[in-house]
Each structure stands twice: as C-alpha cells, then as structure tokens.
C-alpha cells in the first residue's frame, strides 16, 4: 500500500507541475511562547474559542492547533493555517476585528493585564509549499479524532542557494522516501517571510512515540536515503535543525 501511495504521489506532482504556482497553498506557523510558569488556560481558549471559528467563517482550513510536549524547555503553542493565497496573511487582521462573535470569545485573553503577561512573544512565519506537496495533507487520524503525536521541524540554511538545494532535495526523492517508511506528511514549506531565513519547516503525524521512532530508524537505513543523501549536489544543504514534539489541542482540525 505504501508503495501505491508513493506512485499517486509522485504521479499527482507530473500532473500538476504546468499550473504548481497556481496550485500551491501557502502556510502561516504561529508559535506562542509562554512565560515561565504561565497558566496557558486563557490562551488554549482563546485560540480554541475566537480565533479558530473565526478562521473557519473565513474560509480558512483545517487549523492546527498544538501543545508542545513535556520535553520541550519552553511552552508554547503553534498554530498552523493554510491559506490559498498568499494576500490572506494581511487579510486576517481586519476580518478578526471586524468579527463580533470573535471579539467576545476572545475578551478574557484581551483582557490579560500587561503587569502579568502570560506570553513572551508571538513568532510568525510564511511558508510557500513544496512541489511534491502543493496542498496540506489532513490524515484520517485528524479526521477520526484519534490518538496521534506530530513533530514539527524547521531546517536552516547558510545561503538561499543553499536552501532551495535543500528544497530540490525534498522534491526529488526525499519525500517518496518518507512515505516508504510510514513517516505521514501533512505539509512541507519553503520560508518566504520569516524569523530563520532561509529555511524550510514541515510536519508529520503519527499515531504514537513507537510509531515516530520506527519511521526514522527505517528512514536512516533505507537504500534510497543513502543514494539521496550521498549527491554532492545536495552537501551542506542543511546548517541547523529545529524540532518540536507537538500534541493536538481538543479542538485542532489536524
């Protein structure tokens, strides 16, 4: 079956190639950085009350809406919104302040006094997504609402040069590569506006730890990885690695 899905997958991408531009999604990420100690009630209910609906009477989905693990140093909260164009990103602002029904839901986070602030700060990036994946990817474990873990990873380049390399690697091969080994995408995307320029960030779900740790072993000794990852065309494409394990809030759409 997997095999099966590799070929849909690369056949999708020969289809789509003389309109991929067109096709193409774009992803805002959004991390909420907590404060040390911070109680992140108001804010899991801010982003699961106001600001999620409110995405959705946009027109705006599946919204992701992630908790970082336990292992992480510090909390935080990501949000992942999928956008069809580009322009959506400055959109959002003043169709959030035009929305009454999101005004009230988010009252009580508003209302959070500055003398005691729950957030350091709010992080941002644009992302275009990649060929090989032109369009987020909602897997039947969002859809069921079942069990499942995702990790979030952000791979810095030391030249644009360098980072689209990195990117024609994905859509080369390193893709089908991750299907093979049951590592399920929900998006890659390549940064256009952000604070790790130039970078790529994509995620992947699963349905528990076991399940991630035995896609990676496969993905570290499959036969293709080791061809891929030996080009010279493609050294020194990567020069740091940012990971996040995540775990869905109640109401995320992923």
């Keep these: 079956m997997i095999r099966t ?4 997958l ?18 805002e990420i959004r991390e909420y950085k907590l404060k040390e100690n911070a109680d992140p009630t108001l804010l899991d209910a801010y982003l ?31 949000v992942l919104i999928p956008l069809d164009d580009a322009g959506q990103v400055a959109e959002i602002p003043a169709k959030l302040a035009a929305d009454k029904a999101y005004a009230e839901a988010a009252t009580e986070y508003n209302q959070i006094p500055p003398s005691t602030p729950i957030l350091d700060r709010v992080r941002s990036e ?28 952000t791979y ?26 049951g590592i399920q995408p929900i998006f890659f995307g390549q940064a256009i ?3 790790k320029i130039p970078n790529l960030t994509y995620m992947t779900v699963y349905p528990n730890q076991e399940a991630k740790d035995e896609g990676w072993k496969k993905f570290r000794v499959h036969p293709d990885w080791k061809v891929l990852s030996k080009k010279e065309r493609y050294a020194n494409t990567v020069s740091t690695i940012h990971k996040w394990n995540l775990l869905p809030l109640p109401a995320s759409q992923l």
Aim: proline share 5%; with cysteine.
């Design 5 to 8: 899905l590799v070929s849909l």
């Design 126 to 153: 644009l992302l275009i997504a990649f060929d090989v994946l032109p369009r987020l990817n909602q897997p039947e474990l969002s859809k069921n609402k079942e069990q499942r873990i995702f990790e979030l990873r």
């Design 156 to 181: 810095e380049s030391a030249t644009e040069h360098r980072g689209d390399l990195k990117v024609e690697m994905f859509n080369s091969g390193e893709v089908p590569i991750f299907l093979d080994c």
């Design 193 to 195: 506006v952000g604070d």
């Design 10 to 27: 690369i056949a999708g991408v020969m289809m789509t190639q003389s309109f991929a531009v067109e096709g193409k999604q774009y992803f």
């Design 48 to 78: 699961s009350d106001a600001l999620l609906p409110a995405l959705n009477r946009m027109g705006i989905e599946p919204v992701g809406l992630f908790k970082t693990d336990s292992s992480e140093e510090q909390e935080s909260r990501f």
